[in-house]
């Protein structure tokens, strides 16, 4: 009889906030509905489905992340005592994690999806110190790729095992994206939030180093960088071949990848790349620097540069002369909810 799991998450899908919110929603269902398991997700009221059994939704109220989160603690310490595995995902599961490891005894597993370094340029020293807190608490750590283990290791030294996670695929509305934005050329497309880790003043400067060829750069999502980028795009004199649609919604996420010639992921660090098994997804080359996804694909499937004007220029030629989609063998994320129980066998 597999173990009972108490799962700490933040969104689920279709309320997502992100890759993590993926990853937490197919890794509990997969659990649940295949696997047989005995699971428990509480997470905050607001981003919990009304039909989806076996989640445990807390009012969160007002306040940043760290506050809402110290609401959900005291919840998941009372659920604890009846599991026999909890499970938290990134920073904010230190707190609960800490608390219902104190009251129970659960085997804690803390799975790390990206590390506070992969999110910002100069990390807030609160999320380092809990992170070192978190990685070397746990029971047992687990790593979406080889990139964020050797971080762990090299940052906060602590071992984890790695579960990579599954391919994402977009949905697609039939919405002729290149119609919308009077596109006739060639289009390239990014999609992610707009901050110094996703890279993409060094993809529109690529942009005005490509010359000879008629191609967009559409760029979906937003963020704190969004109008600073605008800007940068005018200043390069590139704004005619730019176009910032904002956010995305997921109904049609697809059909942008879809009706982009490549996909281009420029970022300091991408510890997996959800957005590149999208963008596979649908068929797209895909220009991209170091990711965790890499670690799971065949040798060319991607293209691969760095975060670098000159670099991003040469891969985007590559690609978009490529003639055949991108081969390659797709991750389930039934085999994410396999490999995750094989490890809580293994450690509760």
Known sequence: MPPSVLMLGWGYPPNITGGLDVHVGELFSGLRDDLGVDATLVLPAEFAPDDEPGLEPVETGEGDVATRVERLSDRFAELA????????HDWFGYAPGRQAARVSDATWVSSFHSLASDRNIDPPKR???TERRLANAADTNVAVSEIVREDIRELYDADSRVVYNGFSTPTFSGKDVRADLGIDGEMLFFVGRHTDQKGISHLL?????????DTTLVVGGSGHQTEQLKRFA???GIEERVEF?????EEELGDYYAAADAFVSPSFA????ITITEALEAGTQVVATRSGVAEVLPDGCLV???TDSESIVEGLITALD???PPAYERREWSAVAEDTLAVYEDVA
């Open 205 to 213: 400067y690529a942009m005005k180093k490509l010359r000879g060829r």
């Open 81 to 88: 005592p009846d599991h026999d595995v909890i499970h938290t």
């Open 322 to 324: 490529r003639d055949a």
């Open 127 to 129: 999320e380092v110190e």
């Open 245 to 249: 649609v904002g956010y995305v919604p």
């Open 270 to 273: 991408e510890p997996f790349g």
């Open 304 to 306: 691969e540069v760095e």
């Open 234 to 236: 005018e200043l390069l």
